[in-house]
Nanobody, 127 residues
Framework: DVQLVESGGDSVQAGGSLKLSCEAS????????MAWYREGQDKSRELVSS???????SLADNVKGRFTVSQDDKKKVLYLQMNELTAADTATYIC??????????????????????WGQGTQVTVS
């Protein structure tokens, strides 16, 4: 079973930095676009950043210049480097893939999710 797991969330002071990670143990996502969303207390969900299969990245306007999205060389881990954090960045950060994503192990065991794979989120609190 493919389960994305986020980590790296924490409570920090304004101006601080955090690096979030997202992975599904043993699976690579070479054929998938991946993204970071964040969910506020009002449960509204915002697309923060994305990285496509060819490595093209995009960032929401309100995080440009502060956040960076990246992946490891094997496309097993998705990262979000967050600098100059403000209270407005407080949210649960969730990683996800595109719909129809196929994730595979090194041994060639693959799973496809019509709705995409989603993590449970990691909490970032900035005060």
């Amino acid at each position: 079973d493919v389960q994305l797991v986020e980590s790296g969330g924490d409570s920090v002071q304004a101006g601080g930095s955090l690096k979030l990670s997202c992975e599904a143990s043993g699976y690579e996502f070479k054929r998938c676009n991946m993204a970071w969303y964040r969910e506020g207390q009002d449960k509204s969900r915002e697309l923060v950043s994305s990285i496509s299969v060819d490595g093209t990245t995009s960032l929401a306007d309100n995080v440009k210049g502060r956040f960076t999205v990246s992946q490891d060389d094997k496309k097993k881990v998705l990262y979000l480097q967050m600098n100059e954090l403000t209270a407005a960045d407080t949210a649960t950060y969730i990683c996800a893939t595109n719909r129809g994503c196929t994730a595979c192990t090194d041994d060639g065991v693959c799973h496809m999710s019509r709705g995409g794979f989603w993590g449970q989120g990691t909490q970032v609190t900035v005060s």
